[in-house]
């Protein structure tokens, strides 16, 4: 396995991926066994040879397969006033979905087959 990486934005949040890598991110809504491709890619990194971008990368891509969709462990928020027996008690879980990373793809480089780009999930969709 080589030692190249790259830095994908998914969700507002920042990745460090590299081929065969499993990595979770926020959920997607793919299908399971589904490819994506992930953009923007910031950073590609390939031994001594680091492209940059202003901010994202054009043409460079990230091929990822969707292994499964779960909910990450429950976190406990606990609020209390004291003085005026105020608490509440609530529960949190975050859903996430797990991507296998396959291939990075620089710019001007061909793929065999046409991924669909990966939207972030917002909190409105029905």
């Known amino acids: 396995m080589s030692d190249s990486y790259a830095i994908v934005a998914s969700g507002g949040k920042q990745y460090r991926v590299r081929p065969g890598q499993v990595v979770n991110v926020d959920l997607l809504h793919v299908e399971k066994g589904q ?9 590609i990194a390939n031994g001594d040879e680091v492209v940059i971008g202003s901010p994202e990368i054009k043409g460079a891509k990230v091929i990822a397969s969707c292994i499964e969709e779960g909910k990450a462990r429950k976190i406990i928020v606990f609020r209390y006033k004291n003085k005026v027996r105020s608490r509440r008690k609530t529960g949190h879980r975050q859903p996430y979905t797990r991507l296998l990373i396959k291939d990075i793809v620089k710019p001007g480089s061909k793929i065999s087959k046409k991924a669909p780009r990966a939207k972030a999930a917002t909190g409105g969709e029905n």
């Open 35 to 43: 490819e994506i491709e992930l953009s923007p890619v910031l950073m």
